[in-house]
């Protein structure tokens, strides 16, 4: 059985900067955009995920193994589906937009103006995201071209700026404190956690993300204009 070092391709005495090396180059090769499989990409994803909790093959393999068995109460289930709330409405805006009209992304009016200002869908709008859904699937469900590459958490293309709300990370490989407290997140793996949220996409060239992208792999709307 493959443990996490074999799946990342590196040795168990790795250390934290080549791990996080390799997982982005695996988590970019594994992608089934890229020609990989939606099964290995979550191997690598999880792989990365056990050596920085600190991997242990007996106990994590056993307790893998239990909670697999453990049978599932149906009534348990059927509590949590009751409960979970319909969606929440995430308010978008696009980062371009802001040159245009001369805002700032710290105007406490910003969406305001842009609900004012007669965008077209594509720079401005709402999309409901369904409950344990990240936002660039919810966004690229409602039809939207949003920037990636990864997918994984590995890489900043994907990253918006939270102006209200909130939204969850599981995992923090690459942003700051300064970012993460500034509201930046990465849309293709954060939940929002509040009925509303406000973010500002297409913001993968600010200052301090720009040096954390990878090269894109999706080819990015052309505007009428251009």
Known sequence: MDTPFDILHI????DEADVIEAYRQRV????????????????????YEEIRTGYSLGERDIARTDERDRPTDASEDDAESDAEPDGTRVEY???DVLAEHSWELTDEDLFEKAAAAGLDAESYGTVVVEPRTCLLKAAEADGHNWPYACRG????NCAVAVVEGDMEMP??????SEMMDFGIRLSCISVPTTDEVKVVYNIEHLPGLDELRLPSQQARRVRPSD
Do not use: T
Request: some cysteine; overall charge negative.
């Open 11 to 14: 040795d168990p005495d790795a």
């Open 28 to 47: 970019k090769e594994a992608h089934p955009d890229h020609g990989g499989s939606a099964d290995e990409f979550q191997r690598v994803r999880a792989a």
């Open 93 to 95: 805006l696009d980062y």
């Open 153 to 156: 958490g590995a890489c900043a």
């Open 171 to 176: 995992a923090n490989h690459i942003l700051s």
